[in-house]
Structures are given as structure tokens and as C-alpha cells.
């Protein structure tokens, strides 16, 4: 029998994100990071979560979430075609493992969407610095205060 420390975990599984996900969102963010009146919360997350110009996924394990991903797709004025935006929520405990499961999702959601670039406009300041390693090893770069990454 196997010690239950060299027992390999159970996969990360990505599924669709539903109106009603959003205890789990509160789960993964900080008290302090959304806005006090709760019915205007659930107002705003089920619009969000049903819109169909967002791709939104929940990833899990073990029963429990470990992470989100919201990509938002907007049309330009100068450019043809979609735009993807990109806002994931993880804690810092899973952002190493779940973190770029996420974001290669993301990518893949995105180049279906016909969309040429993926950025990131903000991060979650108590996580900018593992946030910021994490995407440059998934390929977005700098430009000033945004993060892109190239699709194609």
C-alpha cells in the first residue's frame, strides 16, 4: 500500500462557471475585495456569469475550488475582430499548480474566439509578484501596466 504522501492528488478538472458559483468566488477572494451591499454582489456576478461576451471556468479539485478565470471579449474600433481580456482569481496556496491550467485554458477559449491577443489589465495586489512570474512564464509580456499575450 502506497503512503499517503507519495499518493499522486487528484486531478484539477475545468468546468463551466454557473450564475450560482459566486460563494465559491467569495471563497477565493478577500473579505475586503468586493463591495459590502450583497444583493448588488449577486446582481453583478450573475450578470457577469451568464453574459455570453465572457468565457467563464471554475477549476476544481477534490470537490473544492482552486481557482477562476473570466476572459471578456470586447469588439475594437481600429482592429477587426474580438479582443479577449483576461481576470483570474486564485489563492496563492494553488496559483503554481492550478495558475497556468487556467491560463493555457484561457488561451485555448480565446484563439477560438477567433481573438489574436490575450491581456491582463490588473492584478490582485496582494499577489502582483507570483501573479507577474506567472504570466511571463505563460508568454505575456510588459507594456507598461498591461500584460499581453500574442495568440497566433
Given at each position: 500500500?502506497?503512503?499517503?504522501?507519495?499518493?499522486?492528488?487528484?486531478?484539477?478538472t475545468i468546468r463551466?462557471?454557473?450564475?450560482?458559483?459566486?460563494?465559491?468566488?467569495?471563497?477565493?477572494?478577500?473579505?475586503?475585495?468586493?463591495?459590502?451591499?450583497?444583493?448588488?454582489?449577486?446582481?453583478?456576478?450573475?450578470r457577469v456569469a451568464s453574459s455570453p461576451v465572457h468565457d467563464f471556468y471554475v477549476a476544481e479539485q477534490e470537490g473544492s475550488v482552486r481557482g477562476m478565470v473570466l476572459v471578456s471579449y470586447i469588439r475594437g474600433l481600429t482592429t477587426p475582430g474580438w479582443q479577449a481580456i483576461l481576470d483570474l482569481v486564485a489563492p496563492a496556496s494553488a496559483l503554481r499548480e492550478v495558475g497556468p491550467l487556467l491560463l493555457d485554458f484561457a488561451k485555448i477559449r480565446a484563439r477560438q474566439r477567433g481573438c489574436q491577443q490575450l491581456t491582463v489589465w490588473h492584478m490582485m495586489k496582494n499577489q502582483a509578484e507570483e501573479l507577474s512570474t506567472l504570466f511571463s512564464q505563460a508568454g505575456f509580456l510588459h507594456s507598461g501596466e498591461v500584460l499581453s499575450c500574442a495568440l497566433q
Open positions: 500500500m502506497l503512503e499517503p504522501r507519495t499518493m499522486s492528488q487528484a486531478p484539477v463551466r462557471g454557473h450564475r450560482t458559483d459566486f460563494p465559491l468566488l467569495l471563497q477565493l477572494l478577500e473579505p475586503t475585495t468586493l463591495p459590502e451591499n450583497e444583493k448588488a454582489q449577486v446582481r453583478y456576478w450573475r
